[in-house]
């Protein structure tokens, strides 16, 4: 008898919880205020959930927050991507926030 699929394969997708959605949102909506970011996208995928940045609707992320989860008894991984290279890691939503608290801000007069 065959097996067609594998318990590894059936794993359930892995979402933001409250907490680390509410602290992702209250950075992007300030940067939106501000007029640097517009748009954003959530993605979940088995293992891992994707909070993309966009500055247009239409280009690519200039950030993207990932949450990584290889075994469902591990603890979570936080990391911040740009569109070539991996910016900050944590095991914290609130270690990625604070590297965005130190970016460079957009200044208008």
């Known amino acids: 008898m065959q097996r067609i699929s594998r318990p590894k394969r059936l794993r359930k997708p892995l979402f933001f919880n409250r907490t680390e959605l509410g602290q992702i949102l209250a950075t992007y909506s300030i940067r939106v205020a501000s007029g640097e970011w517009r748009d954003y996208a959530i993605d979940h ?11 247009h609707t239409h280009e690519t992320p200039l950030y993207i ?6 075994y ?7 990391t911040l991507r740009d569109r070539s290279k991996i910016l900050c890691k944590g095991n914290s939503m609130q270690e990625i926030i604070r590297y965005f608290d130190r970016l460079p801000r957009l200044i208008t007069g």
């Open 72 to 78: 469902p008894t591990e603890s979570p991984k936080f």
């Open 65 to 70: 927050v990932e949450k990584l989860q290889r």
């Open 45 to 55: 995928f088995p293992g891992s959930a994707l909070f993309s940045i966009f500055r």
